[in-house]
């Protein structure tokens, strides 16, 4: 599975990490292939706790050895990245999701990404999730249907915003290791049971 998405701050490599670990507590074999060079948040944020339960690699450290009896790779990718390599990620990618926030300008700029991949042969791998959303209110709920009567596969999941989320970063953990982190956990469990039926 690869996340991308065009517009940054929409909760990429939150749910990046949250997918993978929720994977790996469900007894998976998942490695994080974090290919934000720049940033590369799914690495920072893993040096900053003792153990996440899954392994993440840079590109430069990916070996076919490191990655033969793995159950799961979950890509995060960099933020804004481009078309030609965006096409080419579909190509060697079972899922793409497409984080996106309940926002006008996140919605505008998900909608561009999809409907430049919609010309795709492979564009049946492409879904969103709507991210970031508040936790109270009905945004969430809004976009995600707004998306679907557009024809956009958009998971029914809504994974909201919760603190829980930034305390896990800082403390280089999973949201469900911090306290109040249930709800954050509740979300990301139940995507991870509706994109890989796990």
Same mark, same amino acid.
Request: overall charge positive.
């Given at each position: 599975?690869?996340?991308?998405?065009?517009?940054?701050?929409?909760?990429?490599?939150?749910?990046?990490?949250?997918?993978?670990?929720?994977?790996?507590? +469900?007894?998976?074999?998942?490695?994080?292939?974090?290919?934000?060079?720049?940033?590369?948040?799914?690495?920072?944020?893993?040096?900053?706790?003792?153990?996440?339960?899954?392994?993440?690699?840079?590109?430069?450290?990916?070996?076919?050895?490191?990655?033969?009896?793995?159950?799961?790779?979950?890509?995060?990718?960099?933020?804004?990245?481009?078309?030609?390599?965006? +096409?080419?990620?579909?190509?060697?990618?079972?899922?793409?999701?497409?984080?996106?926030?309940?926002?006008?300008?996140?919605?505008?700029?998900?909608?561009?990404?999809?409907?430049?991949? +919609?010309?795709?042969?492979?564009?049946?791998?492409?879904?969103?999730?709507?991210?970031?959303?508040?936790?109270?209110?009905?945004?969430?709920?809004?976009? +995600?249907?707004?998306?679907?009567?557009?024809?956009?596969?958009?998971?029914?999941?809504?994974?909201?915003?919760?603190?829980?989320?930034?305390?896990?970063?800082?403390?280089?953990?999973?949201?469900?290791?911090?306290?109040?982190?249930?709800?954050?956990?509740?979300?990301?469990?139940?995507?991870?049971?509706?994109?890989?039926?796990?």
């Amino acid at each position: 599975m690869t996340l991308a998405s065009w517009k940054g701050g929409v909760g990429k490599s939150t749910l990046a990490v949250h997918l993978a670990g929720c994977l790996a507590r +469900r007894d998976k074999r998942v490695v994080l292939l974090d290919e934000d060079e720049r940033v590369g948040s799914g690495a920072r944020w893993a040096s900053r706790g003792e153990t996440l339960g899954f392994e993440v690699l840079r590109p430069e450290d990916v070996k076919p050895k490191k990655l033969r009896n793995v159950d799961f790779v979950v890509i995060d990718t960099p933020g804004r990245g481009g078309l030609r390599k965006l +096409r080419e990620t579909l190509k060697r990618t079972d899922v793409l999701l497409v984080p996106t926030g309940p926002w006008v300008t996140e919605l505008d700029a998900t909608r561009s990404m999809v409907e430049a991949l +919609r010309p795709h042969a492979e564009f049946e791998k492409v879904s969103c999730v709507i991210a970031r959303a508040p936790a109270v209110g009905g945004a969430g709920k809004r976009a +995600r249907d707004a998306l679907s009567r557009e024809g956009v596969s958009v998971a029914s999941t809504i994974i909201r915003a919760y603190n829980a989320y930034l305390t896990a970063a800082e403390r280089g953990c999973l949201a469900c290791d911090v306290r109040g982190g249930a709800s954050a956990w509740s979300d990301v469990s139940a995507l991870t049971s509706e994109l890989f039926s796990a």
